[in-house]
């Protein structure tokens, strides 16, 4: 089955009971036990008629066996985390999301964890950083903010020769961008709030593999930590889920479109996006992705106030998140990566000027108007 049908057919498409093509959204806590140790439903936390439906989705769109669905993104992770003991240490990509550094650094750290963090698109900084207590490499790809594009396969094959998991948080690409678990990757997770959800309306995290052994620690951490997704939040999920591969078309066709506009624009100084021919991750981006992805970041010309740039836009929404129908807009150095002192931030590439847009799929001219209202205002031409 292709990809754009499993989105539909995939996993638990529709309801055994009643042959409803929407599965019902079951609101129950527990479940009528006919004979003891012999249902299939006992207790919501530990399964759920509606949730389960959307992990065996999530397991198929991600080439898995086993999916699991969490009450975040940030839930996920967490959980994920949560398989590794006081004393190991995880090689972690040195630009990944906020809110999974602050939980290495603020919480497992606590708890017995250590860490380093690296360029993972530089193989040899990447088997520098392993010790003997290494268990894990974690990381994303395309980055957040800059759109780093890291060798997937490369990394997946260097984790298997030191035995050590591989970690992919996908929530950039999409399942139809790239599929790490068929590049060879052990763990696939996603915060779902973004393109898989792809509606701005639900916080969601997923989690998917394809082995059976770490399956299960995912699914008895699951259930132990109880960071489950709501039935309701999981119907909203699998309905998202169905139109992802239109979605990501309609995203990824504007955000080339764009790239080609702003590569005009005498205001911006330089642009990051993986499909740009001249960024030294091309090759390894067309390699390994399904397009470019729908992430593109640029900065303005120094001196030039990316605040009024983006506070002068109409339709293209100045708001944090992505991955949504409608195109969002964000300063990195003010808003996402705000927390990060600006020495550091700089020394990381991340410049007062740039800029983040994560491409919705409004008509591309009204998106053009938009944003060449942006450039009046800061260019007063
Ligand atoms: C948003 C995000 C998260 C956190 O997910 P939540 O659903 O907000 O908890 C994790 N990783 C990436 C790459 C994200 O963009």
Redesign the pocket.
């Known amino acids: 089955m292709q990809l754009s049908t499993q989105l539909l057919h995939g996993g638990i498409s529709e309801d055994p009971h009643t042959g409803a093509t929407s599965i019902p959204i079951y609101m129950a806590s527990t479940f009528h036990q006919q004979h003891i140790g012999e249902s299939q439903w006992e207790y919501s936390r530990s399964g759920n008629p509606t949730r389960q439906a959307v992990e065996a989705l999530v397991a198929d769109i991600e080439g898995g066996t086993a999916g699991f669905a969490f009450?975040?993104?940030?839930?996920?992770?967490a959980t994920v985390f949560s398989m590794f003991n006081a004393g190991d240490h995880i090689v972690v990509g040195n630009d990944?999301?906020g809110?999974?550094f602050r939980l290495l650094d603020q919480v497992f750290k606590r708890l017995g964890l250590s860490f380093t963090a690296v360029d993972t698109r530089d193989l040899d900084a990447v088997t520098a950083a392993i010790t003997p207590d290494t268990k894990a490499i974690y990381l994303?790809t395309p980055t957040?903010p800059l759109l780093h594009v890291t060798d997937i396969a490369a990394i997946a094959e260097l984790a298997h020769i030191h035995s050590l998991l591989s970690i992919i948080?996908n929530?950039?690409a999409s399942p139809i961008v790239q599929q790490p678990l068929t590049l060879g990757v052990d763990i696939v997770?996603?915060?779902?709030?973004?393109y898989l959800g792809g509606h701005s309306d639900v916080?969601?995290?997923v989690v998917a593999v394809k082995d059976a052994q770490l399956a299960g620690r995912i699914g008895f951490l699951q259930n132990a930590i109880g960071a489950i997704l709501a039935p309701q939040e999981s119907w909203l999920l699998q309905r998202g889920i169905k139109t992802l591969s239109l979605r990501m078309q309609a995203h990824q066709a504007n955000t080339e479109r764009l790239f080609h506009y702003l590569k005009q624009q005498p205001a911006v100084a330089k642009i990051y996006y993986p499909g740009d021919p001249d960024n030294p991750d091309y090759a390894v981006a067309k390699r390994q992705m399904h397009g470019f992805g729908a992430m593109l970041s640029f900065e303005l010309q120094p001196g030039l106030e990316p605040q009024k740039f983006v506070e002068n836009l109409h339709i293209i929404t100045l708001a944090e998140?992505?991955?949504a129908l409608e195109s969002l807009i964000e300063i990195p150095a003010l808003m996402t990566h705000g927390a990060i002192p600006r020495p550091i931030r700089i020394q990381n590439g991340i410049q007062d000027e740039l800029i983040r847009l994560s491409v919705g799929i409004e008509d591309i001219a009204d998106l053009e108007d938009d944003l060449t209202a942006g450039f009046t205002a800061v260019t007063g031409r």
């Open positions: 009450a975040s993104g940030s839930a996920a992770i990944v999301y809110g999974t994303e957040n948080d929530t950039f997770l996603h915060s779902a709030s973004k916080i969601v995290g998140s992505l991955g």
